[in-house]
């Protein structure tokens, strides 16, 4: 088995020439990396954000694997995103549950390592983030299914006051055996209608004439279009009259009064008839079956071999990994607990008596990951719509992350140090990655540019520094006795200077 490593490399890069040559990217990582470990020196929550950043960073690695069309590597992505990308949801969660403005602070760290972790494996940009997350899909239906099922046979498992009996054997009862004081003849016809058009469905499906004898076929064929003439005539008249029965009895203009009586009589006792509404529930049930089966066969006949593996695979992770999630709910739920919010606690202790360990560690999985599909969806669609363009959106992601926890470090209050140093380490780490990218798109990936890559990387660190010492000295002057007025339009002039500046910088 050839394992493909899930790192840029000068002949293989998922994000094509957006990602800047490697002697770049490891002055990125150190630069972002040294300045996010400074500003989040301040932060009361800086081992979480550590966690979290190097969550974020499998979770980047995991994504670039499902960029691949190896099974191998399909099965590994999947396996490690499934956990991984559940517990990134969960970190957010608890980070975003503390004091707003230090919660963005320290969301803005986590941004800018899983920026590191986007630069260094390719997972953002040209479509790769949004191929990763609908192969994922398939491995996360498994999951929510199983989620669902278990919830569903948990409540219905519990006794209730009201139907003294399972609440899923009731519900069963009540549709194919319905007690009240009028005749059930709304849901019958809706019943009705939905097991003719499915039946009629699994019909087209498969090969009745084909499989008659040869003599038999005429008539077979004959017998298959009556058969689906009558069941579409059937839905046809059934569908609306149940939909207007039902209307007419939810807003209470009583048990169907305005009709004949003996009309009533003849529908009430034909939907009262609890053999013909099971066999109708079974037909509907076992054509679905039918319908699911022959669909997926003649899929998998028609696909390739190559659009198997992206479907199949994860599918299969997915199973694997409710098992897991089975095998350790113990240790699952001492992690929900951990990161769930404190106000939360109590509602979390409750479902987990009335329903079960299980299955709320099958709930809370399910309902962390889809919120992580969320959030990737989310950035996959800010750069189909342009605000993270393919070319530098890694570092972009890296410095703009850095660049907002600096500003709001000055606006809770910490040292002016903690500022300065991290707005000029995003300005500069930014600065070295554009120029990288810049270098890869006209010398090409290969060039050896390494020097001038330096040369670049030391006179943006020795004006980021300059930077740094100027802005002490201004806030020294600033901290003498000047008018209100002068101190407003210096500030006002300086802030419209560096807006323009970096606009033009943007460009």
């Known amino acids: ?24 990217r490891l002055l990125v990582t150190a630069i972002v990396g040294a300045g996010v470990l400074f500003v989040g020196s301040q932060s009361t929550v800086f081992g979480q954000v550590v966690e979290t950043s190097l969550t974020a960073f499998v979770v980047a690695v995991a994504l670039s694997l499902l960029n691949e069309d190896e099974p191998e590597m399909l099965a590994i992505g999947c396996l490690l995103l499934a956990p991984a990308g559940a517990s990134l ?54 999951l929510s299914v199983t989620a669902l099922g278990a919830m569903v046979w948990q409540v219905g498992a519990v006794e209730t006051a009201a139907v003294g009996e399972p609440v899923l054997a009731g519900l069963w009862e009540e549709l194919v055996a319905p007690s009240g004081p009028g005749p059930r003849i709304a849901d019958f016809l809706l019943l009705l209608a939905v097991s003719a058009y499915v039946v009629r469905a699994a019909i087209d499906r498969l090969p009745v004439a084909e499989l008659a004898r040869n003599r038999n076929v005429e008539r077979r064929v004959e017998q298959v279009r009556t058969a689906r003439k009558t069941l579409r005539k059937t839905y046809r008249l059934a569908a ?11 807003v209470g203009a009583g048990h169907y009064e305005a009709l004949p009586g003996p009309v009533v009589a003849l529908l009430g006792g034909i939907a009262s008839l609890s053999l013909l509404r099971t066999l109708l529930v079974f037909a509907f049930a076992g054509s679905l079956v039918v319908i699911t089966v022959v669909d997926a066969l003649l899929w998998a006949r028609n696909a390739a071999a190559s659009d198997l593996a992206p479907r199949i695979v994860p599918f299969a992770s997915g199973l694997a990994f409710v098992a897991a999630v089975v095998l350790f709910t ?8 951990d990161r769930t919010p404190a106000i939360a606690i109590p509602v979390l202790e409750e479902l987990v008596r009335v329903v079960g ?9 399910s309902a962390t990951l889809l919120l992580f599909t969320v959030l990737a969806g989310a950035v996959a669609v800010l750069g189909w719509l342009g605000f993270l363009t393919d070319r530098v959106a890694p570092v972009s ?8 926890a600096a500003l709001v470090s000055g606006v809770i209050g910490d040292r002016s140090v903690v500022v300065y140093v991290g707005v000029a380490t995003a300005i500069v780490a930014w600065d070295v990655g554009e120029f990288g990218v810049g270098v890869t798109e006209e010398l090409g990936r290969n060039a050896w540019s390494r020097q001038g890559e330096l040369t670049h990387a030391l006179t943006s660190a020795a004006v980021g520094v300059g930077t740094v010492l100027s802005a002490f000295a201004l806030h020294g002057l600033m901290r003498r006795s000047i008018p209100e007025g002068t101190l407003a339009a210096a500030g006002a002039v300086a802030a419209f200077v560096g807006t323009l500046l970096l606009l033009s910088r943007l460009r």
């Open 1 to 24: 088995m050839k394992l493909t490593r899930p790192f840029v490399s000068p002949d293989r890069a998922a994000n094509g020439d957006a990602s800047p040559p490697e002697t770049s």
């Open 89 to 142: 949801a969960g970190d957010l969660i608890s980070i975003a549950s503390g004091p707003p403005i230090r919660a963005l602070r320290a969301l803005a760290l986590v941004v800018a390592s899983g920026g590191l972790g986007v630069l260094w494996t390719g997972s953002l940009g040209n479509r790769t983030l949004t191929v990763a997350i609908s192969r994922f899909g398939y491995a996360l239906f498994p």
């Open 240 to 250: 609306p009259a149940g939909i207007l029965l039902g209307i007419l009895a939810l």
């Open 330 to 337: 113990e240790p699952v739920l001492a992690r929900v607990r």
């Open 357 to 365: 360990e299980t299955p709320v560690a099958l709930l809370v999985v």
């Open 397 to 404: 992601v890296a410095s703009s992350g850095l660049f907002v």
